[in-house]
Structure formats: C-alpha cells, structure tokens
C-alpha cells in the first residue's frame, strides 16, 4: 500500500510540476506541451473516433509480434537444446544477430515485405524473437543436470526429459523472456510506424513531430506508456496464474 501510494504521489507530482511550469513560462510550452493540452488532444481524437484506431493498430500489432516472436524463440531453443552439434554451428549465428541493431533491418524489410502492416511485425519479431531464444535455451541448460540424469537412469526418451523436467523447470525463465518480449516487441513496432505505417501511435508522433504540434507528440507518448505498462502487468498476471498452478 506504501509503495502503491508514494508511486501515485510521485507521479501526481511530476503531472503537477510539468503543468505548472508551462504555464508560467518555466518551460517553453511550444516544444514540450503541457498535462492539459495533451490531455484534450487525446480527448478530441477520442471523439472523432480516431484515437481507438491508432490505439488498436499499436497494440494489435504488438501483440502479434510478441506472440508470434515469443513462439519462433522457444521453438528454436528446443531445437539448441535437442542438438548440441546444433548448438553449436548456430551459436555464433545468434550472437552475431543479437548484436546487429534491428533499426537497421527496418529498410530491408520493407524492401521485401513492402510498407504494410507485414513489416512493421517483422520488425517487431526480430527485436523480441533473438531475445527469447537466448533466455530461454540458457534457462534450459541451466536446469538440475542430476534431475536429467536419474531420468535417464530410468531410461527416458529425450522428448520425456524436455515434456517431464526441462519445460516445468524453465517456467520462470519463460516468464521473464514474455517480460522483456512485451517491452521489445513495443519497440519494434514503434520503430516499424515510424518508417512505414500510416495509423498507429508510432504514426502520430511522427506526424506531430512534422506539423511540430507537441501536444500530438505527447499525448501519443503518454498513451503509449499506458499501453505498456498494461501490456506489462497482463503478462505479470499471467506469472502470477502459471505459479498458482505450479504451488
């Protein structure tokens, strides 16, 4: 309850302070904006019913790279983990991958993909797909050898030792690879609006940057937080679900 009621204080406060100063001038409200500006600006776009459209491009197209790249990730670390010689021909692959900045990919793929919706996932799945893979496959080695052995002792298949121990003991680490994939996969698509998109949030804050209408930008930005942080704290429910069937 503290730690709820100073995060709200906190936030009222810096809500408060960025109102305050724009309107005596502290701040130069033109190129910030200010709480209440943004505020009707979101509210208009409500009204006009172009708010919900933008809202739900973003956060269906999030969705869909999160899943779709969540999925490819631990797919693909079974597979590391079924093969050691596997493993061991695609590891620097991987590193290789993880290190490239994906805003440099966004090109490629609209040149393939062209500039639909097809790219901006793309992006958005191979910022959060590398990730997973890399979590998740170190998670599986890192699972009790002893516990791997005595099954093996009692004879069982590979496909026993992934179904009985491996997958039930990596939980966690999924869990955590969904936490950082929710963030990633954010961003990906993002980055996807900001080059090819012509609806979604990445979208207006583009636009708002060209017409220099701050007030866009920012509401744009506070929605996209919102998004987040709920985006978040469905997969922490999840966590919360998946550990109460575990107990």
Known sequence: MLVATARAVLLAAFVALWEVAARFG????????QPSKALATAAAMARRGD?????GMTVGETAIGFTVGTLIGIVVAVMLWWSDLLSDILDPYIVVLNSIPKVALGPIFIVWLGTTVTAIIAMAISISVIVTIMMVYVGFREVDPDRVKLLRTFGATRLQILSKVVLPASVPVM?????????LSMVGTIVGEFLVS??????????????F??????????????VSVVLYYAVSALEQAVLRTRE
């Open 175 to 183: 869990i955590a690879a969904l936490k950082v994939n929710v963030g």
């Open 198 to 211: 012509k609806a979604g949030l990445g979208f207006l804050i583009v636009y708002g940057g060209q017409v």
């Open 51 to 55: 708010l919900w459209l933008h809202l």
């Open 26 to 33: 502290w701040i130069n409200a033109f190129v910030v904006s």
């Open 213 to 226: 209408n701050m007030s866009l930008v920012m509401s744009s930005v506070i929605l996209l937080s919102i």
